[in-house]
Structures are given as C-alpha cells and as structure tokens.
C-alpha cells in the first residue's frame, strides 16, 4: 500500500463514443462493469473521483450536442469534473492545479481509449512525477487498422499499452490490485 494521496481518473466515458463511426459495442458491457467496480472501489474508499470529457468546437464531442455525459449506465459521482481538448488530460485543464493543491501524489487511470486519451495521459503524469497505477481492465478501445491494413482488436492494442508502459511510465494492474492498494477508510 502507497502513502501518497490517491485520486481515480475517469477518462473520455462519455456518449459521444456511440456517435462515431469506428463505434462498436463489443466488449463494452464487460469494460462498463469493470470500470463500475473501480470508480464504486475508489467510493467506498474515500478517495477522489476525478472524471475527464473530451470536448471539441463541433461534433458528438461538442458540449451543445448533448453527448458529452456520462456513457450510459455508468453512475458516476464525481469530486471534480475538467474538460480537456487534448490527449492528455493534463494539458490546459487546471487538473494538475487540482491534485496538487489536493495533494494527491498516485492516480489510478481508467476510461476510453485504452492507446490514446489514457496512455498519454499516463505517460504525462510521470513525466510530472506522479505514480501511476494504469488499470487496463478499466480501459476501453476499439478495433484500429494500420497503414498496412493490418486490423488490431481492441485486446492487442492493449496489450501493445501495457507493453510499453509497464515498468517506464506506470505500475499495471487490474481492478482488484488498484482497490487493494488503497487505504482503508477511518470510520469518524
């Protein structure tokens, strides 16, 4: 178990996902439980929700378009809710600001997608020092194809997240390990 301060970051688990065309609702349910667990763990515990939604000017990812919620049925409650335009959720959010002055030195990465929005958001988070516990169960993404055609599933292209952030930029685990690591919460 860690001293530092832990905070669970939600990434991008929003409605805005159904709207693209590269949608596709296979593995989803599983994922939606998975990362249920985790931000229910990270509750009971007393420790921090932080939810993150990607916005853009135009599009599913706009907030007049009504699809910047939570992804149905996830039930969320969050401490702080930040909206970000870049991959990193770190990039011009006032999130750093946030855990700073919380004084949260761990997060927990978890939401959509598993290779893009939380990976670099992992990855900026070490470089600015903080550990990082990548829950790659709690990660969602879907099918990608390559400039050779090549059609990656969604378990392959987390693999390839794993592969190349364990050790170097976060800890790996499941939903299990990350609730683990937490402290219990002091009854008053």
Known sequence: MSDLKTALIVIDVQESFRHRPYFTPVGLDAYLERQQALIDGAKAAGIPIIQIFHVEDQGPF???SGHVVPLAPLAIAPDAVFHKRRHSA???????VWLTSHGIGRLIVSGIRTEQCC????????DLGYKVDFCTEATHSFPMTDAAGRVWSPAEIAARTELVLAGRFARIVTVAEALGSLPARIAA
Do not use: I
């Open 119 to 126: 990976e670099t958001t992992t990855r900026h988070a070490s």
């Open 90 to 96: 770190l990039v011009g959010t006032g999130l750093d």
């Open 62 to 64: 706009a907030l007049a």
